[in-house]
């Protein structure tokens, strides 16, 4: 993504500018052919609603983007601070890791009532919020950016009897950066739509509030004036980190928001013995954490549940049977509707860039605007699917798909290129037709990237999913956790939170697994040494 | 230069030296036991097949790595004490400069690192002397292969170093640029009285450059060849021809099997 921002700036411009013309046009026209319906309001009546408005957006929108900088800010020290516990201590990697994706893979849908509980009225929901939806896209690249200088440069230090804190001033910082800019490009807009779901649960001020507002009026012009707004401070956003870190950091490396998984080394034994002590540990300093946090603001119970009271609510309670039935219903209503989103978006998104690797022609159109459309926080443009395809499966789905396909498509896109040009070459000499190019060179290369993808997904996925049911379809854990904070079900809602935070985190340790086993076959040599 | 001409480089003795990588079935000797020495101020080529252990070696030396068993010392020290005395330069394969950093930059920094005053006139002469005056504030990405060694060698040489490790500086540099870089930079740290030991590919180049030429077999390497190149051979082409033939069919009994290099001792 960056080496494109650094290119040619003039031309991508142009392409933009042009990919934008194309777009208003096509728009315009559908909103012609289904005008009258609920759905679609074309760009005349969405201009003419923001020239109208000016004033209320525009408040709101200096509203969320403070929250979303100050939970940026927030967030991103928090993946340094992190990260820097790592390079100090290596052994704590895999643990702090494991925690930190735990802590990420919380549902902003349930989190945010609970911390509007805690804060009261005020901007600190959205801003914890924006927080937490940014630190693990920071802290993994910079996991991997402080190790990825080559070894002659350390050399050279210790050559001069200089110890780690000059490695660090004078080769990680600098060999980190790249990495810490890609984090953070993705972390503007991921900032932008934590702090509105922020304000989806109960703010009174700020594009969330306004979401909120028009989608339960009906109001077609307002839902789609704010998620352009919304979707286009987002990609400004992105574009602007982008542009200043070029200024920066002149010959950055076009990099992947990949860690390299460690290979499948060792007996199956020792291997399930490992991660089932990684499980466990990660499970003690999670509740411990947990329960820390609860005693030492000394929060109410009735409303800040610990780890005792779910125990209890869902073991050990008179009812308890009939609490896990009411949790199981709604987690199996989500899950039939996530995996599939997930999947195809997954899957649409690396056929595509796999078809653009093969029209190469068309690929230069097509990473401008996939990188763009990735950067809109696709909570902000789920009113509009929602508008667009009903309450039903059919959006729910589609807004999942969304939500995994522009990463999926840019991942594997940058992967497609990690191809070795030189073997390219050697095929091209034997005229080797491109499918089998496709198969023996360029796939193998993309699977990384694509793997690096799904596995950030799989939270992405939920969140997208807990937002639909919540804002829309009334079924599953995102309704239920939304009709548990209006309620004041707070044991249903702490109960929920868990079964979201460990379903996800089993996801994305299963994608991993998998990750694992596909890289140790078809290409072996992409596993960390 | 502004630095007094530091004291004559070290006498260099390593003793029984094994390095071995990894453990059970994995486990790689680098280096078998191996004892030499190199007298102080001495440029001696270290020759060899590659993956015999040269740079495991020169990295020993260089304190980077830990012998698994014997010793090396430099006029009796252990490396880390010259290490800590700023007493050691070294250049890579790849020049290994700090792409953030400017020509100047990064020359500037080995003065840092080895803890001598901030000196930016020495820095501008080695410029000069490697002959990238003009490029000061270019960035690595900006130079050619050739020109990035050549900062490499400035990078070394700017410390005043009492020891000069070179690990194969020119080997992805072209036969060209390679011999122009030949003759133009090894009079600037043979004039230092440094202890130089570098190891190369090219037999030519050994003979052209060194003091003394050892030539190692393949792993596990023994010395197969140690050849004293006398100063009058330099001048005399056909005696640099004879030298290079000699060093040649060293190579080749340390390149093959224990069997032709019998046959060779035999003819
Ligand atoms: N860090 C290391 N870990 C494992 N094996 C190594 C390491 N460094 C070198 N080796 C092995 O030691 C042997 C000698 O390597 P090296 O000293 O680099 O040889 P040379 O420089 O002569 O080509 C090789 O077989 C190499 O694979
Ligand atoms: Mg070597």
Not at chain 1, 181 to 194: E, K, N, S, Y
Not at chain 1, 315 to 342: D, F, I, K
Not at chain 2, 185 to 193: E, I, Q, V, Y
Request: proline share 6%; with cysteine; hydrophobic share 55%.
């Amino acid at each position: 993504m960056t080496a494109l921002a650094r290119e040619q700036w003039p031309a991508t411009i142009g392409r933009v500018l042009a990919s934008v013309a194309f777009v208003l046009v096509l728009w315009h026209l559908a909103a012609l052919t289904v005008a009258g319906s609920y759905m679609l309001a074309g760009p005349v009546v969405v201009a003419q609603y923001l020239v109208e408005n000016s004033s209320l957006i525009w408040r709101a929108l200096v509203v969320t983007a403070q929250n979303a900088a100050w939970g940026f800010l927030a967030g991103n020290l928090a993946a340094i601070g992190l990260a820097l516990i790592v390079l100090m201590i290596p052994q704590s990697r895999m643990l702090v890791a494991s925690v930190a994706l735990v802590v990420f893979c919380l549902p902003l849908v349930a989190t945010g009532p609970v911390l509007r509980v805690l804060y009261g009225p005020g901007p600190g929901p959205q801003i914890t919020l924006a927080a937490l939806s940014v630190y693990y896209t920071t802290f993994i690249p910079l996991l991997v950016g402080l190790r990825a200088a080559p070894g002659n440069w350390f050399d050279m230090i210790r050559l001069y009897g200089r110890g780690a804190w000059s490695a660090f001033v004078h080769v990680r910082i600098m060999a980190a950066m790249p990495y810490l800019i890609a984090g953070l490009q993705v972390a503007a807009p991921a900032a932008f739509l934590g702090a509105m779901v922020g304000e989806f649960t109960g703010a009174d001020r700020g594009l969330g509030v306004l979401t909120l507002r028009a989608l339960r009026a009906l109001n077609v012009e307002a839902t789609w004036a704010i998620a352009l707004v919304a979707a286009s401070v987002s990609m400004v956003a992105y574009w602007a980190i982008g542009w200043l870190a070029d200024r920066i950091t002149p010959s950055r490396p076009e990099i992947l928001l990949a860690t390299t998984p460690a290979p499948v080394r060792g007996p199956m034994a020792q291997r399930a013995l490992r991660a089932l002590v990684l499980g466990l540990a990660t499970t003690v300093i999670v509740v411990a954490l947990w329960w820390l946090v609860m005693e030492a603001f000394s929060l109410n119970r009735f409303f800040a549940k610990r780890p005792d009271d779910i125990w209890h609510y869902l073991v050990t309670a008179p009812n308890a049977t009939a609490h896990r039935a009411a949790l199981w219903t709604a987690s199996t209503a989500t899950l039939v509707q996530v995996v599939p989103g997930y999947l195809a978006g997954l899957f649409l998104g690396a056929g595509l860039a796999l078809l653009l690797a093969l029209l190469p022609i068309l690929a230069g159109g097509v990473l401008p605007v996939a990188i763009a459309l990735r950067s809109v926080p696709i909570v902000t443009t789920a009113p509009l699917i929602v508008l667009a395809l009903g309450r039903g499966a059919v959006g729910t789905i589609t807004i999942v798909a969304v939500m995994t396909f522009f990463p999926a498509l840019v991942a594997c896109i940058q992967g497609l290129r990690q191809a070795p040009g030189q073997v390219l070459d050697l095929m091209r000499l034997y005229a080797t037709n491109p499918l089998a190019q496709l198969w023996h060179a360029q796939i193998p290369a993309m699977l990384p990237a694509f793997f690096a993808a799904a596995r950030l997904s799989v939270p992405a996925a939920i969140l997208a999913v807990t937002v639909a049911e919540w804002l829309a379809t009334g079924r599953g854990l995102g309704a239920l956790m939304a009709m548990t904070a209006s309620t004041s079900d707070y044991n249903l809602l702490w109960s929920a939170i868990v079964v979201v935070a460990v379903g996800a985190a089993f996801g994305y340790g299963l994608v991993g697994l998998i990750e694992r086993l596909v890289l140790a076959r078809v290409a072996p040599e992409q596993l960390r040494r | 230069m502004a630095e007094p001409m530091s004291a004559r480089g070290p006498e260099i003795v390593c003793e029984a030296v094994t390095k071995s990588f990894g453990d059970g079935p994995s486990m790689v000797e680098a280096v078998a036991p191996l004892s030499l020495s190199f007298a102080a101020g001495q440029m001696a080529a270290l020759v060899g097949p590659s993956g015999c252990g040269k740079s495991t070696l020169l990295r020993m030396v260089a304190g980077l790595e830990q012998p698994s068993s014997g010793t090396i010392n430099l006029d009796g020290e252990t490396p880390e004490v010259l290490q800590r005395a700023g007493a050691f330069a070294m250049a890579f394969q790849d020049a290994s400069l700090l792409p953030w950093r400017s020509v100047q930059g990064n020359i500037a920094l080995a003065r840092r690192l080895a803890r001598l005053r901030a000196d930016p006139e020495a820095v501008a002469e080695m410029i000069a002397r490697v002959g990238l005056a003009g490029f000061e504030d270019a960035r690595p990405a900006e130079l050619s292969g050739g020109m990035r060694q050549r900062v490499a060698i400035a990078r070394c040489l700017v410390t005043n170093p009492r020891v000069l490790l070179l690990d194969e500086p020119f080997g992805a540099v072209d036969e060209l640029t390679r011999a122009r870089l030949n003759t133009e930079l090894p009079p600037l740290w043979k004039a230092t009285g440094t202890t130089c030991l570098m190891v190369t590919h090219s037999v030519r180049e050994a003979v052209a450059l060194a003091d003394r030429v050892v030539i190692f077999s393949s792993r596990p390497a023994e010395i197969v060849g140690d050849i004293a190149i006398p100063e009058e051979a330099r001048s005399d082409k056909a005696a640099r021809l004879a030298l290079a033939e000699e060093v040649s069919v060293a190579l080749a009994q340390g390149w093959d099997e224990a069997g032709t290099a019998e046959r060779l001792a035999a003819q």
